[in-house]
């Protein structure tokens, strides 16, 4: 399994975006800024905002470049908020990709 993630920093107001195995592991790596000058290195307060399960890399690969390329908070705020448009999403990420998100 494998997960793509997008972590929220409440204090910045700001999104990243990510892949990984070990999503909590991931998670304490921002938080202790072990990516030095990385994009998320300026703030400890990270949290997990949408996490998204699938079979392959490859497929976490896909859903992230999809996620970066919208390059909107709206869309990402609104994928945490509402339920629709999350459905939507997966239904979007199926059809144009064929990967299933669990």
């Known amino acids: 399994m494998h997960f793509v993630y997008v972590l929220y920093s409440p204090k910045n107001d700001k999104y990243y975006i990510g892949e990984t195995v070990s999503l909590q592991g991931r998670l304490q790596q921002h938080k202790n800024h072990h990516y030095q000058g990385s994009s998320t290195s300026y703030s400890a307060d990270w949290e997990i905002a949408l996490s998204f399960k699938v079979k392959t890399?490859?497929?976490a690969i896909v859903i992230?470049?999809?996620l970066k390329k919208m390059k909107s908070k709206t869309y990402l705020h609104k994928l945490r908020e509402d339920l629709v448009s999350m459905v939507k999403f997966k239904s979007i990420i199926l059809e144009k990709y064929g990967i299933v998100i669990n």
């Open 57 to 59: 890399r490859h497929e």
């Open 64 to 66: 992230e470049k999809h």
